[in-house]
């Protein structure tokens, strides 16, 4: 199952939104999910957008939404805080 995740990152914005679109075509997967932390949240929001209504229009849809925060130390130690969302998209029943 965890094949279906699609971590974002820093490449170039439509190699996620390629990667969700084979995910659903050539995969056949019923489900993924786009996983974001920090500054990369908006990017992910955009990757499913472009995905499901511009891509697979009419096919998949948004199905859940979820947002957590994570601890952990920087490099000079601190405690900071990290926002993450996951946005699973999944195929029209």
């Not at 279906?4 to 914005?13: A, D, E, L, S």
């Not at 920087?74 to 926002?83: A, F, P, T």
């Amino acid at each position: 199952m965890d094949d279906n995740n699609i971590f974002i990152g820093g490449k170039p914005f439509m190699n996620y939104v390629t990667g969700v679109v084979m995910q659903f075509t050539t995969k056949n997967a019923d489900e993924v999910v786009i996983k974001a932390r920090g500054k990369f949240i908006s990017r992910a929001v955009d990757v499913a957008e472009v995905s499901s209504k511009r891509f697979l229009e009419g096919s998949v849809e948004v199905k859940n939404i979820k947002i957590d925060s994570e601890e952990f130390k920087n490099d000079e130690g601190k405690d900071i805080r990290v926002s993450i969302i996951e946005v699973t998209l999944g195929k029209n029943r």
